[in-house]
């Protein structure tokens, strides 16, 4: 039941939701009968003791793979990730073959915390305004933010809602006349919420959802707006945590009336690919030991830099959630 469960999510990545191919065993490994009892309490639900069996049945032969991949799948059903992580890495490092070994590295990459050891966190900073009024036709007028229109609030009188709901974006948004070309996308960088002054509080300009990362130049654009120097900040916290990679792959762009929307699509593309095959390789990764992915292939890397290499770039071709990103992967 927890099996079908688990292939039932549709958003965990495809590769979790199957199991590994069980590798080959003797049928006089000395070892065997020591399996089959760990295995007959996993068929009885009792899988502490089974898992207690079979890290002892792991010691006793460390080079055995079959005994690492149903201690791993025992983990598993224990919630055990760190477990998990350690049996999936040990067996990816035995002779087994080569797709299953970089099958069983991806594996571990995607139940970390970090999958690529790219992540970053995602901020949020509040700064008190002066001029509200006078922000909201800057908001307004600039041709970097897109103004939404506020959704309907259900707070009291207490809590009124934002008088601006906005987008800062990373460029101007091309005109229709413009030539669309990967360059000139606009992209949403962060989301605004613009507050007029009350009773108890001054006017104040929330910005969130950016990549600390982008702290310096969200300031600027800030500071742009405002007209100056920026008022005191009133809060900030980190609010989330996200992939490099992803973040780079998924990017997101504002959609204008352009007289050709084929064109609008191709430059799309364009971009997608451009990132995964050009800027992507480029991305320091903490699964390779801080290194870039087009340092270690360039490096004469050996069997297990390789085998992470190549785990890496599945990793992230599960991670994407476009079909038509994946295919660039293969």
Not at 132 to 143: G, H, K, N, V, Y
Not at 290 to 312: C, E
């Amino acid at each position: 039941r927890d099996v079908a469960r688990l292939q039932a999510q549709q958003d965990i990545p495809l590769l979790l939701r199957c199991t590994l191919p069980k590798q080959a065993v003797q049928e006089d490994a000395p070892w065997l009968k020591a399996l089959e009892e760990a295995l007959r309490d996993v068929s009885k639900g009792h899988h502490l003791a089974a898992a207690e069996k079979l890290k002892n049945l792991t010691a006793d032969a460390p080079n055995e793979p079959l005994p690492l991949q149903w201690l791993a799948e025992v983990q598993t059903s224990l919630a055990d990730r760190q477990g998990e992580i350690e049996s999936l890495r040990r067996l990816a490092a035995l002779d087994i073959p080569w797709d299953d070994a970089v099958e069983a590295e991806a594996r571990a990459m995607l139940i970390s915390d970090d999958a690529l050891g790219d992540g970053v966190d995602t901020l949020r900073i509040v700064w008190n305004v002066e001029d509200s009024e006078e922000l909201q036709t800057a908001i307004r007028l600039d041709p970097r933010t897109f103004v939404l229109p506020n959704p309907p609030s259900e707070s009291d009188d207490d809590d009124p809602p934002p008088r601006l709901t906005f987008v800062l974006l990373d460029r101007p948004t091309p005109g229709k006349d413009d030539e669309i070309t990967p360059a000139n996308l606009a992209s949403p960088r962060a989301q605004g919420l613009l507050f007029g002054k009350r009773t108890d509080r001054d006017a104040r300009l929330e910005v969130s959802g950016f990549l600390a990362d982008h702290r310096s130049e969200i300031e600027s654009q800030v500071a742009e707006l405002v007209g100056g120097a920026l008022g005191k900040i009133a809060e900030q916290e980190v609010i989330g945590r996200t992939s490099r990679s992803i973040d780079l792959i998924e990017t997101e762009f504002t959609r204008p009336d352009v007289a050709d929307p084929n064109a609008l699509r191709e430059a799309i593309g364009q971009f997608t690919r451009e990132a995964v095959l050009d800027r992507w390789p480029e991305i320091a990764l903490g699964a390779l030991g801080g290194r870039t992915p087009r340092d270690v292939a360039d490096s004469n890397p050996d069997k297990a830099q390789l085998r992470k290499l190549a785990a890496v770039v599945m990793t992230l071709q599960s991670l994407v959630e476009s079909a038509a990103e994946r295919e660039l992967f293969e």
